[in-house]
């Protein structure tokens, strides 16, 4: 080993011991007869000092030509650092590496960025010298942190006797969610091979086979466009069970959520984790991933919206639409005219055609350019419908039920990050389940898998299978983590 310790381990507890050390120059400072320089690798910063005596004239000489990421090796004694030098900042903060032995392991040219650097270049410099982007504390504690999940989530199910089975990435193209990845075959002339989109397949086979639990951190690919949540390449967690029912697999992956929570976050969970049907999802946040950090649940108006003398709201509810929408607690004072046709303005990118709104004011009634559209009696229905209070702000659209759905879910999480309404690091686990069996395709004009072909109907649906699939409600179940989609089952 060119190292005897790493540059995040040593303490007061190591004075006096003759250490070796390996890594990338963070940064020098150069007082003349002496040389400071914080060597860093993956596990923290030492402080390296080339200072006489401790260190020769010819070592100190070659060492002033070090640069921001040249490699080095240091041997030396380790000392305390000088009364009023600690840095409290650093886990070895009160010691110093004093150079006896030094080599220059690899010069680096000028880098374009430090990893140490505050204000991060754009995400095409990084990606061009990934190196350097990867050298920075954030990434490398993310790929830590995933590295841990990844042994956690690995013991937990050999605890439970799951095999973990790596299965094919070449295999037949099969109709899934997205666009497949073709490969050329050599041997077969015109004919290709498909990457995996996920090992369903595969994992049944085993099941028929006889290996009642599999588990595998699978690499898939699926050939879409990019989104936040979406990417050509990607690894989840892919895990099937034999002769169990879908509480069973909710109840085991309770588990393994509960065993990272507590690992990872120090974070004691209840289980089993509260669930929510699609339907109750969909009315009550107006998403079937809603996120459960903070309130501003949906309310329906539609009923007292048909008795209104304002058009907007009377057409939609005779068209068959809806008019919902939330309530935003003691914040009216802070949004501007200005401010509410921006968020109009952002409720229209998600196919609403406006955004009403409406304040409260200290005497409790509503206030709102359409105010004189309804009733006294009325806007006292809406403020009592919706709960609201003086101070209060009240944003209702008007619409399609999907569209009210898009809009006011957009809107809602919009507002929740932007008043602050949850901690940055707050976390709300939740299943969604019964979700629709069927979706109509309006442009083949025909019922289509929600989820995939693989999905089995509730059994007390089965009736409606031919008759009103639009009705049957499918053993599918979403994890729902902050408001994201985490993982899924059938």
């Not at 921001?68 to 240091?74: G, L, Q």
């Not at 034999?242 to 065993?259: H, K």
């Not at 200005?338 to 109009?344: A, I």
């Amino acid at each position: 080993m060119l190292r005897t310790h790493t540059c995040g381990e040593l303490r007061a507890d190591d004075v006096g011991k003759e250490v070796t050390l390996c890594g990338w120059v963070d940064s020098y400072r150069d007082h003349g007869r002496g040389l400071f320089v914080d060597l860093r690798d993956r596990y923290g910063i030492t402080q390296v000092v080339f200072n006489p005596p401790d260190t020769s004239d010819t070592i100190l000489n070659a060492a002033k030509s070090l640069r921001s990421e040249f490699v080095i090796r240091v041997k030396g004694r380790i000392a305390e650092r000088p009364e009023g030098m600690a840095n409290p900042k650093l886990a070895t903060g009160q010691i110093e590496l004093r150079v006896t032995e030094f080599e220059l392991l690899n010069r680096c040219a000028p880098p374009p960025f430090t990893p140490g650097q505050q204000e991060l270049p754009g995400e095409d410099l990084r990606l061009k010298y990934r190196y350097l982007d990867l050298r920075r504390n954030e990434m490398q504690q993310t790929l830590l942190l995933r590295s841990r999940i990844i042994k956690t989530m690995r013991d937990y199910f050999d605890e439970h006797r799951f095999i973990d089975v790596e299965t094919p990435i070449l295999g037949r193209s099969t109709p899934e969610g997205a666009r497949d990845y073709l490969v050329p075959s050599r041997v077969h002339r015109g004919k290709f091979y498909a990457l995996p989109q996920s090992p369903q397949l595969y994992k049944q086979i085993l099941m028929v086979a006889g290996y009642d639990r599999y588990v595998q951190v699978a690499r898939c690919f699926r050939d879409e466009d990019l989104r936040a949540d979406r990417q050509p390449e990607f690894t989840q967690l892919d895990m099937e069970m034999s002769f169990v029912n879908a509480d069973d697999v909710i109840g085991m992956i309770d588990g393994l959520v509960a065993r990272l929570a507590k690992q990872l976050l120090g974070i004691e969970l209840t289980l089993p984790l509260p669930r929510m049907t699609y339907d109750e999802a969909m009315e009550r946040y107006g998403h079937d991933a809603p996120d459960l950090r903070f309130g501003m649940e949906l309310v329906d108006c539609s009923d007292l919206a048909a008795e209104a003398e304002f058009r907007v709201f009377r057409s939609a509810v005779d068209e068959g639409g809806r008019v919902r929408g939330f309530t935003a607690k003691g914040v009216a004072a802070d949004f501007s005219r200005k401010r509410l046709d921006e968020l109009t303005e952002y409720a229209k990118e998600f196919g609403a055609k406006g955004l009403a709104w409406f304040r409260v004011e200290p005497d409790g009634k509503l206030w709102s350019p359409t105010a004189k559209n309804f009733t006294d009696e009325l806007l006292a229905k809406f403020a009592e419908r919706m709960q609201a209070e003086p101070g209060d702000l009240l944003l209702l659209v008007a619409d399609k039920w999907e569209v009210t759905c898009k809009a006011l879910n957009a809107l809602r999480k919009r507002l929740g990050a932007e008043l602050k309404l949850y901690k940055p690091d707050a976390m709300n686990f939740s299943w969604v389940v019964e979700f629709p069996m069927f979706e109509h395709d309006p442009e083949e004009d025909r019922w289509v898998a929600m989820h995939h072909p693989f999905t089995a109907p509730r059994p007390q649906d089965l009736p409606m299978l031919d008759s009103d699939p639009g009705k049957c409600r499918a053993q599918a179940y979403d994890l729902v983590i902050n408001g994201s989609e985490a993982g899924g089952g059938t």
